[in-house]
């Protein structure tokens, strides 16, 4: 069934209020990237010389943002540190659930929503079926649904996972690998309008990647994700790295064999198929190293040095998936599994990206 076309673009969402509000506090970007060092430090908290040494802010900057964040109610004290000679440092920690974050994963036949505090800590989850290809208002309808209850009055937003490709600076889909039906459809501004909360969409893979992107490890990674389709989150120099025309990551579209079955993107021999069709056939050793050749052209591509792997069908049985990938790219990079919530906390880190810097 086609998905239906709005005549007009859906209507802006409403202001948070309270919440939005308390984050007038973090308009600057100094006072965001010092809330996301305060995260990183957990509940010990950082001292004001631990945070400016980390910002290149002098002592008397990081101590007005910090009054600041005290008074959003998004910082609190945590104590004092043992003195080391002079005044004890005071030490200062995030309030995790001073606002919180929904991680909403739309899947091709199933959709899970995942409520975050501000350390990224699931508060909730919730799971249900999900028809995809059964238009707009019907998936607008089901989400709405799920979300009924579920969203508490600190939300700051909606991180929305969805298949590729799509644009996520405008929040348009594109020519989903099956469902074409989307293609131009405003999900981001159509749901916005429907919660009236602030959503922000990226591809699955994209939100899985920001979501799995180590702190102090490796900062340039490719993230596979086998599902119902399959596709990659790139991170290359620390970032999601979505492309000129936001279409990076289109992995499972690579073509291995000319004269191969024909894919849902109407090519023929894609990686997707042929994996997807291996494991139809109960052959997960040979889907495994059909992986394996992609995620070793990509290392020799982009010189990356680790391989993160997810999606149902992975850990569904991930073992073989891991070996038999790691066997094919040898000793170019490391092959780990990622978990199973990377998209949908990803989802949610969408949103909480933007609050920490």
């Known amino acids: 069934m086609n998905s239906p076309r709005p005549d007009a673009r859906p209507a802006a969402p409403a202001p948070l209020g309270p919440v939005g509000a308390n984050l007038a506090a973090l308009r600057d970007h100094n006072a965001a990237v010092v809330l996301g060092l305060l995260r990183d430090a957990g509940p010990d908290g950082a001292s004001r010389a631990e945070l400016a040494a980390r910002t290149g ?57 995942t409520l975050v505090d501000l350390s990224g800590a699931e508060v909730a989850t919730r799971t249900a079926p999900l028809a995809f290809g059964a238009g707009a208002e019907a998936v607008l309808d089901e989400v709405a649904a799920l979300l009924d209850g579920f969203l508490p009055a600190t939300v700051l937003g909606v991180g929305v996972a969805a298949p590729g490709p799509l644009d996520h600076r405008d929040g348009v889909l594109r020519k989903v690998t099956g469902f074409p039906q989307w293609d131009g459809y405003p999900l981001r501004d159509a749901l916005a309008a429907r919660l009236g909360v602030p959503v922000i969409i990226d591809k699955d893979t994209n939100a899985a990647a920001l979501g799995l992107l180590p702190r102090g490890g490796a900062s340039s990674f490719a993230y596979l994700h086998l599902g119902t389709g399959l596709g990659a989150g790139l991170v290359l120099g620390g970032a999601v790295r979505r492309g000129e025309r936001t279409g990076a990551g289109e992995f499972g579209h690579q073509v291995l064999q000319l004269d191969g079955p024909v894919c849902a993107c109407g090519s023929r021999g894609c990686i997707e198929v042929l994996c997807l069709g291996a494991v139809a056939d109960g052959d997960i050793g040979r889907a495994a190293r059909l992986l394996g050749v992609g995620a070793a052209n990509l290392v020799r591509l982009l010189d990356i040095d680790l391989v993160l792997l997810g999606g149902r069908t992975v850990l569904a049985d991930p073992a073989p998936f891991e070996a038999g990938v790691a066997a094919v790219v040898g000793g170019a990079a490391r092959v780990e599994v990622a978990g199973a919530r990377s998209v949908v906390e990803g989802a949610a880190e969408l949103v909480l990206a933007r609050v920490f810097g």
């Open 57 to 113: 802010l002098t002592p008397q900057a990081v101590s007005k943002i910090g009054a600041r964040l005290r008074v959003a109610g998004l910082a609190t004290d945590a104590g004092r540190r043992a003195s080391t000679g002079g005044k004890p440092p005071t030490l200062l920690r995030l309030v995790p659930d001073a606002a919180h974050a929904v991680g909403l994963h739309l899947d091709r036949d199933a959709m899970t929503a």
